[in-house]
């Protein structure tokens, strides 16, 4: 039988999925799709938008008109119940923007699309085998696979990830709940409101007379494909009435269990978003870990690929993205215990509210919540360090232009403000693209505040920084040789 040989092979064409093949695409990488859907339609509006770097990255990437005009900007976070201002945070994108996931996938595989990546739909993953060499795939509709790494993005039931034997551990499901959408005889009382068991909210789908709602369960409930008389049920006993509720178009079960891949890569085989992490969807932020997930591993995905880089870069992905999942899973363990409605959950609560509308807590939460926060590696030295850089307004030979606009290719950048020169970077020049810079403004991070400008700076192609010169060269060579190649 044929076997279809491909660089790398992505399990799953969800955001996740979607963003890791265009970040492979634009790096040069022959990246292919697996998606049981035949299409890109979804069931159910599902998550509900993108936060501040998220859209950064989209940014980064020139994309960011696919997504903009279709979505509804808020410049706030709730938490406990209240909703707190964040409008102040240092982005140029200091919002959430109400979106659909229908419409980000839709947004996503466009790109995907313009970028020639091919889809294999209508068809699952049946088995592989990582030979060391390579991974074996092997379809459900009896097509077989090559190549030289596998990728799951397929979800929190993952069949990449049990199949290669990863563990996910974590924190057992203790409540259940029921997501839908629907019409309702009956006005229902729309609003957050807290029951013994968790939270209960109902709100209007698109400003439109449909309802889209959450219920907990009475009692811990587990499978895949909730019946409607067990949703009238938990409407009964939450309301006392399931309000005449009818043409249910999309019903789904989840629960507040927290597991984590115990590794993000073995051998060929890597993981990433939900195949990675599951959590309570509180907070809204899965899809948009599994973006960032994404664009962390694509860039050294690639550079392994085309034996830039040695493998062991692939071990700085778990190392920079683990830690970002498991404080995600702590987050959501603490949001969800705050949604119960007993009287000690709500002293809780009020507590936990008026701590938060002080500044300080307020702008930790908003740029924790938004992913403006996360620093790769330790603290230490210069403050940009690690983090994602600020989109600054700068000057380059060319004329004006924004510092995410010279990251539209996921090309690393040496940001020269200083006029240094790195005559010493030349074994790099085809991989690195060094642009002479001027910059009036001031350097403002999250939480941090303002940072001095450094005299010079190397941006990886996911946006964070992996070096910096206060005056002189110092471990520029290095930092080129540990993430570019040597």
Not at 162 to 181: D, H, N, Q, V
Request: glycine share 12%.
């Amino acid at each position: 039988m044929q076997v279809t040989q491909h660089d790398v092979i992505i399990v799953g064409g969800g955001p996740t999925g979607l963003m890791l093949a265009g970040e492979l695409a634009l790096a040069g990488v022959d990246v292919a799709i697996v998606e049981r859907r035949k299409n890109q339609d979804l069931e159910g509006s599902r998550a509900s938008g993108l936060h501040p770097r998220a859209i950064e990255l989209l940014d980064q990437r020139g994309i960011t008109d696919k997504f903009l005009p279709q979505g509804t900007k808020h410049h706030s976070v709730a938490l406990a119940g209240i909703i707190l201002d964040a409008s102040d945070r240092a982005t140029r994108h200091s919002y959430t923007l109400g979106l659909w996931q229908e419409k980000i996938e839709r947004g996503l595989a466009d790109w995907v699309t313009e970028l020639r990546v091919p889809f294999y739909r209508g068809c699952e993953m049946a088995a592989f085998a990582d030979t060391e060499q390579c991974v074996d795939l092997h379809l459900t509709d009896g097509r077989r696979f090559r190549s030289s790494y596998l990728v799951g993005c397929d979800g929190g039931r993952s069949l990449v990830r049990k199949t290669a034997g990863i563990r996910f551990p974590g924190t057992e499901a203790r409540a259940s709940y029921l997501i839908f959408e629907a019409d309702m005889e009956d006005q229902p009382p729309l609003g957050i409101r807290y029951g013994e068991h968790g939270l209960y909210a109902l709100g209007r789908l698109d400003e439109g007379p449909r309802v889209r709602g959450i219920v907990t369960e009475q009692r811990l409930e587990r499978g895949e494909s909730p019946g409607e008389e067990e949703l009238r049920a938990a409407l009964t006993a939450a309301y006392g009435s399931d309000m005449g509720i009818h043409r249910i178009t999309w019903m789904s079960r989840f629960t507040d269990a927290a597991q984590q891949a115990e590794a993000y890569r073995k051998g060929r085989v890597l993981l990433a978003g939900d195949a990675a992490h599951v959590h309570s969807p509180v907070g809204g932020q899965g899809l948009n870990v599994g973006l960032q997930d994404a664009v962390n591993l694509g860039w050294k995905l690639a550079q392994v690929v085309k034996g830039i880089s040695p493998e062991s870069l692939l071990d700085t992905y778990h190392a920079e993205r683990h830690p970002v999942g498991a404080a995600l899973l702590e987050l959501t363990l603490a949001l969800t215990a705050l949604n119960r409605g007993d009287e000690h959950t709500t002293a809780l609560r009020a507590f936990v509210a008026k701590t938060m509308q002080m500044d300080e807590p307020r702008r930790w939460y908003s740029a924790m919540v938004s992913g403006l926060d996360i620093r790769y590696g330790p603290e230490g030295g210069h403050p940009l360090l690690g983090r994602r850089i600020p989109d600054l307004d700068i000057v380059t030979a060319e004329g004006p232009t924004r510092v995410f606009a010279l990251l539209r290719d996921a090309r690393p950048v040496l940001l020269d403000f200083g006029k240094t020169g790195f005559p010493a970077i030349d074994a790099w020049k085809e991989r690195v693209k060094l642009v002479d810079v001027e910059f009036e403004g001031v350097c403002e991070l999250p939480v941090i505040g303002m940072v001095r400008t450094p005299t010079a700076v190397l941006i990886r192609p996911d946006g964070h920084v992996a070096w910096v010169g206060e005056g002189s060269t110092e471990g520029l060579l290095t930092a080129l040789g540990d993430w570019f190649g040597n």
